[in-house]
């Protein structure tokens, strides 16, 4: 059974940048694709990022192009996400998920079955 864990969160001033990863156990990562998704207070889970299993094919949501650059190290069961110029607006909880899709991913979360337990995220002065 995948076990995805997250880390890299934290409080930093706009502008800051912060680098979140997503640790995985229980299964080799590199048959899935990953997702990153957001939650801020009071609104829906919303998709960041993906990148296919062997990280040929990455999409962003346009409101982090540009600045988040998603990435994985397959050897060490490890994805990635860079996150740079951070906004106020970037506040979340974030969340990396995983699903078996081959050469292609999705920013749809209904589509994903292993999730980890989030990681925050905070942008303020």
């Known amino acids: 059974q995948l076990q995805l864990v997250e880390s890299g969160g934290g409080l930093v001033q706009p502008g800051g940048s912060l680098r979140l990863s997503c640790a995985a156990s229980?299964?080799?990562?590199?048959?899935?694709?990953i997702g990153w998704f957001r939650q801020a207070p009071g609104k829906e889970r919303e998709g960041v990022s993906c990148i296919s299993s062997r990280g040929g094919r990455t999409t962003y949501a346009d409101s982090v192009k540009g600045r988040f650059t998603i990435s994985r190290d397959n050897a060490n069961n490890t994805a990635y996400l860079q996150m740079n110029s951070l906004k106020p607006e970037d506040t979340a909880i974030y969340y990396c998920?995983?699903?078996?899709?081959?050469?292609?991913?999705?920013?749809?979360?209904?589509?994903?079955?292993?999730w980890g337990q989030g990681t925050q995220v905070t942008v303020s002065s």
């Open positions: 998920a995983a699903e078996s899709f081959q050469a292609m991913c999705f920013m749809t979360r209904r589509v994903y079955n292993y």
């Open positions: 229980g299964s080799t990562l590199d048959i899935y694709a």
